[in-house]
């Protein structure tokens, strides 16, 4: 039997599961957390991030994550008047999960088509959006999002990052390693959206007696192309790019499914 490993942390993975099943019934669908999202507990954050919304010029929102976790920092509804850019589709369903859409007054700005770093500082480019001196609120997780953050400061921005959450991983420990032990690497694909649980995965790998099979077998698909660098740089043999999007990645697993390779 194939088995597709979803690596998305706890709580993220449900959406993409539910569409492989439907698409691939006969398929194993494990999901492996290699990253847990920690919120930002801190309440002398949370009073930075009011005072600095009263500010703001433009909220730059990275993620799903950086969603709920900044509205929960924030414990209030956030101001229409100051607008929000974020990366993808995801960052917006999250938003109006909290009753912030553009319907509902608050301006959103959001990529067409490439939904990354680089395609929402091309919809901000398309806009003429305003760098000089501008007040821009980043809310993402520790570590996250640095290229764009660089972007506005060379254009002469002033960036206010706020971390509303932070990473930890899936400990090398954890009963979840012994079931990868009893797969086949390569009747298994692994769907990877994070660089930095592709460089956990490759460590706890390393370690373990059974691991190294996997670098040479598995398939190994990856939701934009720095991760896929990222993932051959680890040593992979059979990597893919997807792209992002549970969409994408359903194609792409489908794709793998069918022809055992996507290589």
């Known amino acids: 039997m194939k088995t597709v490993l979803i690596t998305r942390p706890p709580g993220q993975a449900a959406q993409l599961a539910e569409l492989i099943r439907v698409a691939l019934p006969a398929a194993h669908v494990l999901q492996i957390p290699l990253l847990t999202i920690l919120p930002n507990e801190d309440p002398r954050e949370a009073e930075r991030l009011r005072e600095q919304l009263k500010k703001t010029d433009l909220a730059v929102i990275v993620s799903p994550n950086a969603v709920e976790c900044g509205m929960r920092m924030l414990a209030g509804s956030w101001p229409k008047e100051v607008p929000i850019a974020i990366v993808g589709m995801g960052s917006q369903r999250a938003l109006l999960h909290h009753g912030i859409d553009q319907a509902s007054g608050y301006q959103i700005i959001a990529p067409q088509g490439q939904e990354d770093s680089e395609g929402l500082w091309a919809a901000l480019q398309a806009l003429k959006w305003p760098m000089q001196d501008q007040q821009v609120l980043f809310l993402k997780g520790v570590g996250g999002r640095v290229w764009l953050g660089e972007q506005f400061v060379m254009h002469g921005a002033h960036v206010y990052p706020i971390n509303a959450y932070q990473r930890v991983t899936l400990s090398s420990e954890a009963s979840l390693w012994d079931k990868l032990a ?27 007696p059974w691991g190294a099979p996997w ?43 069918k022809n055992d390779s996507l290589s």
């Open 215 to 257: 670098f040479e077998h598995v398939q190994m698909i990856a939701s934009h192309p720095r991760i896929m660098a990222a993932i051959e740089d680890l040593g992979f043999r059979k990597v893919s790019l997807a792209g992002s999007g549970d969409e994408a990645i359903l194609a792409a697993t489908s794709a793998w499914y």
């Open 182 to 208: 009893t797969l086949e690497p390569s009747q298994t694909c692994c769907l990877m959206t994070s660089s930095e649980a592709a460089r956990h995965w490759a460590q706890v790998l390393q370690k373990k």
